[in-house]
Every structure is written in C-alpha cells, then in structure tokens.
C-alpha cells in the first residue's frame, strides 16, 4: 500500500497537534461508507475497531446522517444547563425504557465525563469520601477519572497526586491467572478490614467486561456478587458501560447478562454513532442533588441527542441482534484458528466485543506477536486495535455484515497462522 498523501498529512499533524495524541496507523482516513474506510491514498479497509468501539453504526448510515441535517437545520446547540430540548428528552425517555422506569438521566460530551459526575453523585448523596475500581480498569484521564484507571501506568504517570480516597481490587481473570470472582471478594473483605472502612465507601466502579485492560470476559456472577456487597454496606454500585453498553455486547447493557441494576450506569462511546455524547443514569432514589450541583455546557446537545435516537432506531430493530450473530460467528472461526496456534492462547467475548489473547510458553504475555499480527492485517486491508499489553481486541460496527465478517475472520485467520511461523 502506498500512503503518499497521507503521509504528507502526518507531517502537518506533527507539526500542530499536542505530542500527547498517539497515531498508531500510517494512514489517514478520508471517508467511510457501511464498515468500510477509504484513506486519503484510496486504500480500502474493513473497520474492526468501529473508532474504539463507537461508530455503532458504522459510517454514513442514512438514518444517522438524516437525522443529523435535519436537527442541525433547526438549532444545533441549545445549553444543557438552561434550556431544555426535545430530542435530548427524547432521548432519556427512550433510554429509559432500555435501562429502567426508575432511573434519571444526566447528559455530557464523553465518558470520562460521564465517570465524573458519577463520582460526584456518588459522594454527595453517600456523604462517603471513598471509592474502589479495579486493577486493568480504564475509567478516562481526566483527573478524577484517571485515579480510577489503573490499565497502564503510563496514564498516570506525571501528573503528581490525584484524587485521594481511591483504592483499587484485582478483577477476575479466568485465563491468565487465574484469578477468580471469590480471590477479588477476599481482596474487598481485606480492603474493608484494613484500609478502607466498607461505611465510607461511596461507590464501587466496575466495567461489566474490561475494555482497556484486554477484553476480560469476569467469571457468570461476579456483577451479582458485587452488588450484593454493595446492598450488604450501603455502596453505591456503578457499571461503567462506556464501551460494553448500547448493544455492544448483544444486550443493551452488558449488565443485563447477570441480571444485575446498577445505581448509576455510564453511557458513551457508541451512543450516538461517533457524535459526542455520554449519558449517566442513576436510580431516582439517589438523586437528591438540586439545581447547579452539576452541569454542562455542551452536554445533552440536540445534534448528538438526535443522532443517539436515530442510533437507538437502528439498534431496536436488527443492529443488536446482529451483534450476537455475527459475534457468535467470529467466537467460532477465532476458537478454531485457537486450535491451530498455542500462541493465540484465549478467544473469549460476548456480543461484537471479543478479545484475542497472544501468549508464549507458560501464558507470558506475547506483545510481539500480537503487534506482527495488526500489522500484516493493515496490509491485507483489516484494521485491528490492540487491548492491554498483548491482546487485540475486535470491535466493529453492530451492522457488520456476514460477507465482512467472513473476510476479516479469513483475513485473521492467515495473518495469525502467518506470525506463527516468526
């Protein structure tokens, strides 16, 4: 692939942008249509990281770009904290009927958003000044968000003391330790013993699956468990569904696989199709802040509510179910490359949210291999996205199609057997 154009872009990114930013592709993308993505240089590629999980309808949907014209020809920005709008109550009214009657909404720009105000939430109705996360979690880098990330410590690094009162407990890990639901309540009841009085903790943090950290699929029953030790000490439950929610999994809400009611869920990322949004919903019971204890500017726009209802749309009438076809056909084809190569040492996911784990002898982590394998996927015209330190993880738009599916699990297929031979 020739990436002339592009590469001249590169250099003009270089040359402006924050040297924060991380660009992992030698590529710039010009457009996309369905899960397709053309660069600047006219290469083609199938898109299994769908934007980290947000582009839930892949690129260009109709739906979504009608939806959007047309709000942004009538107002396209109307602020949250002083004006109502109908499509962001629309919005909260539809989201309602997937999350729960009892629950209110509070709409913001991101996740990591998202994450702060329920922290905030979390502490004024608690009056409690702790909280637990745990260990391989990606919570955001704003400040409050990141005291609760603990995926890579190169994200904290540098930026002195963060918000104190965070402690954080292993997450189960059923293949690489492994380390069970039972070891991690036995780290909480220590926490509780030692550090960390449970009458003090506001809330406990969790995503349902583990986005960053790898694609961790935790043991049946671990959300069950968790909150039955928040009921048992007043804790505040809070399922960080940025990256697992709004269909990700096949379900709406990760959630729902342990049927487990979180206090307060964190909605982002694939909500709105890549127009940004975040959505906190809480329990009406915790509610009890008043008028300008929080807000936001941007949050709840009309352009990013309308296109998150035009998204719900898609989702309601065949978009999920899809994610749990085409996610069962990928878990299949992957577990059989599993068979041919040790390396490729665990599949496992639920949905269109699979994580493929690359290991040497022993379960020793294997970035190596894991980096020849997206590399040599970019080349036949498959873009892949690493998790953690050595696993890929595979998260395309809900609306893949069989046909695409099957080009990128034969595309993976060749590429995994290829690295092998290194």
């Not at 049927?259 to 709105?272: E, H």
């Amino acid at each position: 692939m020739e990436f002339t154009k592009s590469k001249a872009m590169l250099e003009r990114y270089s040359a402006s942008l924050s040297t924060s930013n991380a660009v992992s592709f030698p590529m710039v993308i010009s457009h996309g249509e369905g899960c397709w993505l053309t660069d600047l240089d006219g290469n083609k590629y199938l898109d299994m990281m769908a934007g980290i999980a947000v582009n839930t309808t892949g690129y260009a949907h109709p739906a979504v770009v009608k939806a959007v014209q047309e709000q942004a020809a009538k107002v396209q920005h109307l602020c949250f904290a002083v004006f109502a709008s109908e499509p962001q109550i629309e919005l909260a009214e539809r989201l309602k009927k997937h999350v729960g009657q009892d629950y209110r909404v509070f709409f913001g720009n991101s996740g990591t958003e998202g994450i702060e105000a329920a922290m905030k939430l979390a502490r004024y109705h608690t009056k409690r000044p702790y909280f637990i996360a745990f260990t391989g979690s990606f919570h955001g880098r704003s400040m409050g968000a990141l005291s609760l990330t603990a995926s890579v410590s190169k994200y904290r690094k540098g930026f002195g003391n963060l918000v104190p009162g965070v402690f954080h407990a292993p997450y189960p890990q059923p293949y690489k330790y492994p380390r069970t639901a039972e070891m991690t309540v036995e780290h909480l009841e220590y926490l509780f013993k030692h550090t960390t009085p449970p009458e003090e903790v506001a809330a406990i943090f969790v995503e349902p699956i583990q986005g960053e950290g790898g694609y961790i699929v935790p043991p049946k029953g671990f959300m069950q468990t968790l909150r039955d030790i928040c009921d048992k000490h007043g804790i505040l439950l809070v399922a960080d569904e940025v990256q697992t929610g709004v269909g990700r999994t096949g379900q709406f809400l990760a959630c729902e696989a342990d049927n487990v009611k979180p206090d307060i869920v964190v909605l982002a990322k694939g909500l709105a199709s890549g127009y940004p949004i975040s959505a906190v919903m809480f329990k009406d019971s915790i509610s009890t802040w008043g008028p300008g204890a929080h807000g936001t500017t941007f949050g709840g726009n009309p352009v990013s509510s309308a296109a998150a209802l035009a998204t719900l749309d898609v989702l309601e009438n065949s978009a999920m179910d899809n994610a749990n076809i085409q996610g069962a056909y990928l878990l299949e084809r992957m577990k059989a490359v599993q068979q041919k190569v040790p390396e490729l040492g665990d599949v496992r996911g639920r949905g269109l949210m699979i994580g493929l784990e690359f290991v040497k002898e022993n379960k020793l982590e294997n970035p190596e291999m894991r980096d020849l394998v997206q590399k040599l996927a970019l080349e036949k015209g498959l873009i892949l996205l690493g998790a953690g330190s050595h696993a890929i993880r595979l998260a395309p738009p809900l609306v893949i199609t069989s046909e695409d599916a099957k080009f990128a699990a034969d595309v993976l297929e060749s590429v995994i057997l290829e690295a092998a031979k290194h």
